[in-house]
């Protein structure tokens, strides 16, 4: 275990010599890596509490249960597991009130939205009209200006990209930043051989 050694105030390896269960924890006695300093050390316990989860994939949601360490901090825009599912926490709930970051103690309720998958959408320009088209990709999949976009239907190329912050018209994005892409159409010119 990596803890501070209270003999040269490193924080390095902690060689494990022995432990033993008492009251609050565990006690340990620890060997410094570093400088060879051999001392006790209590860890105790950390309480566990059991959140209530809102958990949504597309337009079904389910309440699902989540266990923290009471101590933990979780805020708006954190990755969590859930059910073996890489989720993002969208809202929180501490005390009645909405907010951006808590303790999990303080923790009503948790929605979370699944996010092992991103919905991108797509407006493709063909002319006098505009397709709407939606992508699925990872988070981190990145999409870049030029990037050529193909469905069953048609081919075009990306020429800009909203992102929760900016337009991008050189440069990439990833998924997980993406409001929309904006493509155009290309058509094919049939050759005759």
């Known amino acids: 275990m990596k803890l501070t050694c209270p003999n040269c105030g490193k924080t390095v390896e902690q060689e494990i010599l022995s432990s033993k269960i008492v009251k609050n924890g565990m006690e340990y006695l620890l060997k410094c890596t570093n400088c060879g300093y051999t001392y006790k050390k209590v860890i105790e316990?950390?309480?566990?509490?059991?959140?209530?989860?809102?958990?949504s994939d597309r337009d079904t949601s389910?309440?699902?249960?989540l266990t923290l360490f009471e101590d933990d901090v979780v805020a708006v825009g954190d990755e969590i597991n859930i059910s073996k599912v890489n989720s993002l926490v969208t809202s929180i709930e501490s005390h009645g009130k909405r907010v951006k970051k808590a303790m999990a103690k303080d923790i009503d309720t948790l929605w979370i939205k699944r996010f092992d998958r991103v919905i991108v959408k797509v407006s493709v320009n063909c002319g006098g009209r505009t397709v709407p088209l939606e992508i699925s990709a990872a988070p981190d999949e990145e999409f870049y200006v030029g990037d050529l976009i193909e469905s069953d239907s048609m081919r075009a190329v990306i020429h800009k990209i909203k992102a929760h912050?900016?337009?991008?018209s050189r440069g990439k994005a990833e998924a997980r930043d993406i409001v929309r892409i904006?493509?155009?159409?290309?058509?094919?010119?049939?050759?005759?051989y």
């Open 165 to 168: 912050d900016k337009f991008i």
């Open 45 to 55: 316990d950390k309480k566990m509490v059991k959140l209530k989860v809102v958990w």
């Open 62 to 65: 389910t309440t699902k249960n």
């Open 182 to 192: 904006y493509a155009k159409e290309i058509k094919e010119i049939g050759r005759k």
